[in-house]
C-alpha cells in the first residue's frame, strides 16, 4: 500500500526557514516524481513544485509564488522528498502535501498524497 | 500561465440527484486534466485522470469527460458520502492549475 508521511511543520516568523519532509513507502520511490501541494486555511489548492526522478536529471519545477525561495530535494537511499521554504511570508501559511506522480505515463499526476503537515508563519 | 476556470463554486444537491460540474480551460490542454474530491479536513483523492479514466476503486456514479477547453466531472446519483469539495487540475503545462474548487452541499 502506498503512504506518505509528511513531517516538519511548525510556526515560524514571517522570514524564518523551516525544512518539510515526505517519506515514502509501499512503492519504487524512485521511479516516481514527486510534487507538493499546498492549501491555505479554508481555500484552495495550490501547485507548489516539484522534483522530477533520476533518469530525467532531478530536475525541478516550482510555482512563480515560490521561485527563489523554496527548495525542492529528494534522497532515494532513504525514501524520501524534502521542502527547504526560506524567507517566508504570511501568505505561505498553509497545509502543505506531498504527492506521487508521473512514472511512465504524464497521466498520472497526484493519484497518491500524504496526509499533510500545517505551517504556520506569524509574528 | 493557463487558467482553469470551475464553476459553479457551490450548490446544493439532494441524494439521488444528477450532479455537473465544469472546468473550462483558457486554451486547449487536451486530455491533460484530473477531478480531485476533498472531504472537509480530509486529503485530497484523485477520482479521473486523463480526463475521463476512472481511478481504480472510485464507484462508477463518477464519470468526466471533454478534452480541448472544455470539461465534465459528472455524479450520476448523488450519495450522502458524496458531499464534498472537488477540484480540477490541468496539467498540460507548468505550472499546473487546480480549479477554484466546487463545494457540494445538502440540500
Known amino acids: 500500500e502506498v503512504e506518505l508521511v509528511e513531517s516538519g511543520g511548525g510556526l515560524v516568523q514571517p522570514g524564518g526557514s523551516l525544512r518539510l519532509s515526505c517519506a515514502a513507502s509501499?512503492?519504487?520511490?524512485?521511479?516516481?516524481?514527486m510534487d507538493w501541494v499546498r492549501q491555505a486555511p479554508g481555500k484552495g489548492l495550490e501547485w507548489v513544485g516539484r522534483?522530477?526522478?533520476?533518469?530525467?536529471?532531478?530536475?525541478?519545477e516550482y510555482a512563480a509564488s515560490v521561485k527563489g525561495r523554496f527548495t525542492i530535494s529528494r534522497d532515494d537511499s532513504k525514501n524520501s522528498l524534502y521542502l527547504d521554504m526560506d524567507n517566508l511570508k504570511t501568505d505561505d501559511t498553509a497545509v502543505y502535501f506531498c504527492?506521487?506522480?508521473?512514472?511512465?505515463?504524464?497521466?498520472?499526476?497526484?493519484?497518491?498524497w500524504g496526509q499533510g503537515t500545517l505551517v504556520s508563519v506569524s509574528s | 500561465d493557463i487558467q482553469v476556470t470551475q464553476s459553479p463554486s457551490a450548490m446544493s444537491a439532494s441524494v439521488g440527484d444528477r450532479v455537473t460540474i465544469t472546468c473550462r480551460a483558457s486554451q486547449g490542454i487536451g486530455n491533460n486534466l484530473a477531478w480531485f474530491q476533498q472531504k472537509s479536513g480530509k486529503v485530497p483523492k484523485r477520482l479521473i485522470y486523463?480526463?475521463?479514466s476512472l481511478q481504480s476503486g472510485v464507484p462508477s456514479r463518477f464519470s468526466g469527460s471533454g478534452s480541448g477547453t472544455e470539461f465534465t466531472l459528472t455524479i450520476s446519483s448523488l450519495q450522502p458520502e458524496d458531499f464534498a469539495t472537488y477540484y480540477c487540475?490541468?496539467?498540460?503545462?507548468?505550472?499546473?492549475?487546480f480549479g477554484q474548487g466546487t463545494k457540494v452541499e445538502i440540500k
Open positions: 487540475l490541468q496539467h498540460n503545462t507548468y505550472p499546473p492549475t
Open positions: 522534483m522530477r526522478d533520476k533518469a530525467n536529471g532531478y530536475t525541478t
Open positions: 509501499g512503492f519504487v520511490f524512485s521511479d516516481y516524481y
Open positions: 504527492g506521487r506522480s508521473v512514472s511512465g505515463s504524464w497521466s498520472n499526476w497526484l493519484d497518491s
Open positions: 486523463a480526463a475521463s
